[in-house]
């Protein structure tokens, strides 16, 4: 009679973990059959959608063909064609819908949509117009021309356009937000804002107004408003990029970085191709003093920048005050020589470059630039002052606080005084001229 013995212990534990290597071999293999399987069946569901799409447009476009007549058929495949961003032959179909339904105000203002993306100026207007005079109270028609006319630089038709929509709408937000973002455009800060308080009183006041009203206040120095406001519009839309931006910039130019930075960084995650958010981002490191990696957060941010952009000289310039700070004196050299191949008249980047010759030993190219800079300073500061220039890159805080600089370095403390005052009129929170106001105090007169 056989008698049935148990497994030894061991012999029961290397059967186990055989069957145990096997799972794991299985599970492996099915791992990587499925990282293999997974992105072609990804890819084979893309392909099929777009062989939908293509055959659903080719359907349109063979209804449309066969009914040239008929009007619903031709804007229907217009449509289809523009979200399919085909303009051009988007066109031929509009001109057909227009043709056979020449009353229809959809059908003109699709037309004018399609011929503006194509930059046929008079024909699009001719049917914005149309559209509007068919259709006299539906407001997109209004907005549509608005924004054309806006964008190709008639902004004083563009108000007058969106004026009439408030007529026909007083009560509807977008004539008015509109009207203000133009107003604002022409430098009217003031009627804009006051075009937009009745929104702004709202519980709800849309985003856009309050961004509008804030960008207002920042221009018209009120900060403490723009701040409110800008906050609000954050709050109430925490993905809108240029808010968070905006917000982010001014609480970092009222010396409050710390405030400032975590805006930026959201602006940048939410829209990393802004060069101008890098920059701005940048710009608040600068100011965060008790960061001690703050200088190389800068630099790595204003790299972005001029990835992005690399023909903004104002980049450039605060790029190679970086670079300076840091010590990489030739690279900041290198970085105002842009600047001023970019923009001949930045007269911070000729002193700034003056400077670094002269650390760089390169001292009859220093005095070179420190007299163009002095005359270029008395003559620019002049014409600012005297009316003749709206704007100039040396009337900005940096510039006047380099001037300030000048004057310290020939002795006359009394103008360097006055230009350090002026530094700070133009941005109240430029840290570095409060700095050299408190350095000139203490040390008497």
């Known amino acids: 009679m056989q008698v049935l013995t148990a497994r030894p212990p061991r012999a029961r ?45 080719h359907a349109l476009e063979a209804q449309a063909d066969r009914a040239p007549g008929d009007g619903a058929a031709q804007t229907a495949c217009a449509r289809a064609l523009v979200d399919a961003g085909a303009f051009v032959p988007a066109l031929f179909y509009a001109e057909r819908a227009t043709q056979a339904e020449p009353r229809s105000a959809q059908a003109h203002l699709l037309q004018a949509l399609i011929l503006s993306t194509l930059d ?176 190389n957060k800068a630099r790595a941010a204003f790299e972005r920048a001029l990835e992005l952009d690399p023909a903004t000289p104002i980049v450039h310039y605060f790029y190679g005050l970086t670079l300076e700070e840091l010590g990489e004196t030739a690279s900041a050299a290198r970085e105002y020589r842009r600047t001023l191949e970019l923009e001949p008249k930045f007269g911070s980047a000729r002193y700034r470059l003056g400077a670094a010759y002269r650390t760089l030993g390169m001292g009859e190219e220093a005095r070179r630039l420190q007299e163009e800079f002095a005359r270029q300073q008395k003559q620019e500061i002049t014409q600012v002052h005297g009316g003749r220039r709206a704007n100039s890159f040396v009337d900005t805080a940096e510039a006047h606080f380099q001037r300030g600089r000048a004057f310290l370095e020939e002795g006359d403390r009394v103008r360097a005084a006055a230009a350090f005052r002026t530094a700070l009129d133009r941005d109240p929170g430029f840290g570095p001229a409060r700095a050299a106001l408190r350095s000139l105090n203490e040390r008497g007169p």
């Not at 399987?37 to 062989?51: G, I, T, Y």
């Open 120 to 295: 046929y100026r008079r024909e699009a207007d001719e049917h914005y117009r149309r559209a509007i005079a068919l259709d006299p109270d539906n407001l997109e028609g209004y907005q549509r021309r608005g924004d054309f006319l806006a964008a190709i630089g008639r902004s004083q038709e563009a108000a007058s356009v969106f004026r009439a929509a408030l007529e026909r709408a007083p009560d509807a937000p977008g004539p008015r937000m509109s009207l203000a973002g133009v107003l604002r455009d022409q430098g009217r800060a003031r009627a804009a804002l006051e075009m937009l308080e009745p929104l702004l009183a709202r519980q709800d006041a849309p985003v856009a107004a309050l961004f509008i009203a804030g960008r207002c206040c920042q221009d018209l120095s009120r900060t403490k408003r723009a701040l409110d406001l800008l906050g609000r519009a954050v709050a109430a839309a925490p993905d809108f990029a240029d808010a968070r931006h905006v917000l982010g910039a001014l609480l970092s130019n009222q010396g409050r970085p710390a405030e400032g930075i975590p805006h930026l960084q959201k602006a940048v995650e939410l829209s990393p191709g802004a060069a101008s958010y890098h920059y701005a981002l940048g710009n608040a490191y600068r100011s965060l003093r008790d960061d001690p990696d703050a200088l």
């Open 13 to 57: 534990l290397a059967i186990l973990a055989g069957v145990g290597a096997l799972a794991i071999l299985a599970s492996l293999w099915l791992y990587r059959a499925s990282e293999r399987w997974v992105p072609e069946a990804d890819a084979r569901v893309r392909a099929a959608q777009a062989r939908q799409r293509h055959d659903a447009l």
